[in-house]
């Protein structure tokens, strides 16, 4: 691939690392965690609970901390903004997974335009010639597709 080529795509991939960190930066607030409806029994003998399927309802939180999980009970008028947040989030998270890869994109496309910009400077000058040994040992990614 020419160093034009790896040109192009060094700047296709920095503006798609450029949009989603201005989407990462956009302030949200936001809740680690997971929201979930549990059914438990009350334990009161007379209690449509003790003699019927499930038991009564309670949506809750959970989340980890200092690798503990820790659980908390969700007011049923603080459901819908608990919600919000924790998609908010996840939302931040896949976001972060996004800008990693695109950086791991970036250092393999400047690994090759490096590499095409020493052959391009070693055109013309046989005595600079690359060594073919050496060239099976780069990666995958590093050679000429």
Known sequence: MSTEKYR???RDLQRQQEK????LLEVRPLLKGT???IYTRCGKPNCWCAAGPGGHAHIR???????KTV???IPADKLSRVRDLTDNY??????????SELNKQIKQALDCYQIALIED???GMPFLGL???NAAQLPNYLHKT
Do not use: G, M
């Open 71 to 73: 659980t908390r009970k």
């Open 131 to 133: 060594n073919t040994k």
């Open 61 to 67: 939180i959970s989340w980890n901390q200092n690798s």
């Open 8 to 10: 192009k795509k060094l």
């Open 90 to 99: 996840r939302h931040f998270r896949s976001l972060r997974r996004q800008l």
């Open 20 to 23: 989603v960190l201005r989407e």
């Open 121 to 123: 400077s070693r055109a």
């Open 35 to 37: 929201v979930n409806k």
